[in-house]
């Protein structure tokens, strides 16, 4: 499939019958957009998908994960996804699918993940703060896994735009850091940290349901929010949490304040987004393509 590098608009159609059965010619178009064709590591992308047909289901396909897409207007779907930090530089495919009474209709296209240059930070540190007894790694894999659990569910999509800022002063530092402690490699800072004084309130960037609310040995206090379509919001190290698990809550409604809660060295906002699996850095979505 070939992408246009400024527009990344592709026209393709194929057909697949949903029962088996033969695949017919129709003059039906499926078009799909993406915000960058060439997306750095950590970057969103918005996906828009244009149907000029009647549409019942409109899904983003994705490194192994399928996505509702938003309706937004007649015959046009959007989703948000995500390059992971991580991702191996060069081609990665996408689909949309869009299902229409027994027919799906698929556009495939590819996005080129460039390399982005992290920052390193190199730490030393006490051996009791860097190494971990039994207990406590046990600990930290239960609580990981509860938040794997947390991001492999997609909910319907509730989010839009624009995003808002957790907090007023938002001024990013970090993100995607390579961090080695005592001359070992960690997981690199998946968020991005915002210094800012002690009890400083912090909002919910769009709509959502609290997916998490509760305490983390790295994260301290912590909120996850799930805005639907697989798009989560996290917000660590708060001084306290007014939200409870499963409860809605509103673009821009208070959810906490910032703290040092957890393995903080001073107070500070850890906040971070997952988009349909990928970690992003969080300040690329107050940029124009998602406004
Ligand atoms: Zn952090």
Not at 165 to 191: C, K, L, Q, Y
Not at 250 to 256: D, L
Request: proline fraction near 7%.
């Amino acid at each position: 499939m070939k992408i246009a590098p400024a527009a990344a608009m592709l026209f393709h159609v194929l057909f697949v019958s949903i029962d088996g059965g033969a695949c017919l010619a129709r003059a039906e178009t499926l078009s799909v957009s993406v915000s960058a064709s060439s997306p750095s590591q950590g970057d969103p992308v918005l996906v828009e998908a244009r149907a000029d047909f009647p549409v019942d289901k409109a899904e983003l396909a994705w490194k192994g994960r399928t996505v509702p897409m938003t309706a937004a207007g007649k015959g046009r779907y959007i989703a948000l996804m995500g390059v992971d930090l991580g991702e191996t530089p060069g081609k990665v495919p996408l689909s949309v699918l869009a299902t229409t009474e027994s027919i799906v209709m698929r556009s495939d296209l590819e996005l080129t993940v460039v390399a982005r240059e992290f920052p390193v930070q190199k730490l030393t540190l006490p051996k009791r703060m860097a190494e971990f007894d039994a207990a406590t790694l046990e600990r930290i894999r239960a609580e990981a896994g509860i938040l794997e659990k947390i991001f492999s569910i997609t909910s319907p999509p509730e989010w839009d735009m624009p995003f808002l800022r957790p907090v007023d002063d938002f001024r990013p530092t970090g993100f995607g850091a390579r961090r080695v402690i005592n001359g070992e490699p960690r997981s690199p800072h998946a968020a991005v940290d915002v210094h800012l004084p002690e009890g400083t309130p912090v909002s919910a960037i769009a709509s959502g349901t609290v997916a998490f609310a509760g305490d983390q040995f790295f994260g301290g206090r912590s909120v996850v929010l799930d805005h639907g379509g697989g798009l989560f919001s996290l917000y660590y190290h708060l001084r306290e949490f007014l939200v409870a698990e499963g409860r809605h809550v509103a673009k821009g409604e208070r959810i906490g304040a910032v703290g040092s809660s957890g393995r903080a060295t001073g107070p500070h906002l850890h906040f971070g987004v997952r988009a349909a699996g990928g970690r992003i850095d969080p300040s690329r979505l107050f940029g124009e393509a998602f406004r």
